[in-house]
C-alpha cells in the first residue's frame, strides 16, 4: 500500500458558515460585506484532511457526517483558497463535484480563532509538503548538495574547556601537606615573616660573625642588662689529666688568665 493511500486529518471545527458570493468584478480581491453575513446558505462542520501531497477542506453535517461539498487543495496560498480583504474570519474556496464541475464559496467563522487555525492547518501542510520535495531531489542528487566543509580556515583556532583537571601538588592555590611526625600528629610550619632567634655571648665575650666581632645583645625589658650565656662546668678528672702539663702554675704570672680578656698565655 502506497504512502498516497493514508488519509490523516489536519483540523477540525464544529461549526463553520457557507455564504452564495457575487461574481468578482475586480482584480482587488474578496470582500465579506458584499456577502449576507446574517443569512448564511449551509451551517455545519469543517474537516481539513491530508492524502500524499494534496489537502482537503471537507464540509459535513454536524450529526451524520454526510459530505455536503469537497476543496482540493494542491497550493497554499492559490486559487483553491483565497482570504478576504476586510476580514480575517472569512475566505474563499473552490469546491469540486468531481465531476469537473467547479464553483467558488464563502466560508465563515464565528470565532478568530478557529479562522486562525484553519489557516495554520494548511500552511503547515504545504511546508511539509515542500521539505519532502527537497529531500527527494537531494535523494536523486547527492552530489548537487552543498557539501559540509569540517576543515579548519587558515589562522582559525579551538579553545578546549575540560573540567575536572586536578592540579599539581604545590601550585598556587593549592595547599601542600604537612608533614607528620612519629606519633602520627602533624606539625605545624614556622608562622609567615618569623625571625631565626641569634644567640647572645657570654658577658666580656665577643661573637664572631663572618670575622667581625659583634657586640653583646641586650635582652628587652632588662634596662639594657645584657643576657648572660651559661657558665661552662669545671674539667673533669680526665680533661684535667690530659691537660695538667699546661694547667700547672709554674711561678709565673705569664701563665694565669689575665681578667676581662678572655683569652689564655702560655
Not at 489536519?10 to 458584499?34: D, M, Q, S
Request: proline share 9%; charged share 20%.
Amino acid at each position: 500500500m502506497e504512502e498516497g493511500e493514508y488519509e490523516s486529518v489536519l483540523c477540525v471545527k464544529p461549526e463553520v458558515h457557507v455564504y452564495r458570493i457575487p461574481p468578482r468584478a475586480t482584480n482587488r480581491g474578496y470582500r465579506a460585506a458584499e456577502w449576507q453575513l446574517e443569512q448564511p446558505s449551509w451551517s455545519g462542520r469543517l474537516r481539513i484532511t491530508a492524502k500524499g501531497q494534496v489537502a482537503y477542506i471537507k464540509l459535513e453535517d454536524r450529526t451524520s457526517g454526510e459530505l455536503f461539498a469537497q476543496a482540493p487543495v494542491d497550493q497554499f496560498p492559490g486559487t483553491a483558497v483565497e482570504s478576504v480583504t476586510d476580514s480575517s474570519r472569512y475566505f474563499v474556496i473552490r469546491i469540486e463535484d468531481g465531476n469537473g464541475r467547479r464553483a467558488f464559496i464563502g466560508i465563515g467563522f464565528g470565532d478568530r480563532g478557529d479562522a486562525f487555525d484553519f489557516n495554520v492547518a494548511l500552511q503547515d501542510h504545504f511546508k511539509w509538503v515542500k521539505q519532502q520535495c527537497e529531500f527527494a531531489k537531494q535523494a536523486q542528487n547527492p552530489d548537487q548538495g552543498p557539501k559540509l566543509d569540517l576543515g579548519f580556515k587558515e589562522g582559525q583556532t579551538i579553545k578546549l574547556n575540560i573540567a575536572n583537571v586536578k592540579k599539581k601538588e604545590g601550585a598556587a592555590g593549592t595547599p601542600r601537606a604537612r608533614p607528620a611526625s612519629a606519633g602520627g600528629l602533624s606539625l605545624l610550619p614556622p608562622p609567615p615573616g618569623g625571625k631565626t632567634s641569634t644567640l647572645i655571648p657570654p658577658p666580656g665575650e665577643h661573637l664572631s660573625v663572618g670575622g667581625s666581632l659583634v657586640q653583646p645583645a641586650a635582652a628587652p625589658g632588662s634596662g639594657g642588662a645584657t643576657v648572660s650565656w651559661p657558665q661552662p662546668k669545671p674539667a673533669t678528672t680526665a680533661t684535667a689529666d690530659i691537660w695538667g702539663d699546661f694547667t700547672k702554675s709554674t711561678g709565673s704570672t705569664s701563665s694565669q688568665t689575665q681578667p676581662g680578656t678572655g683569652w689564655v698565655q702560655f
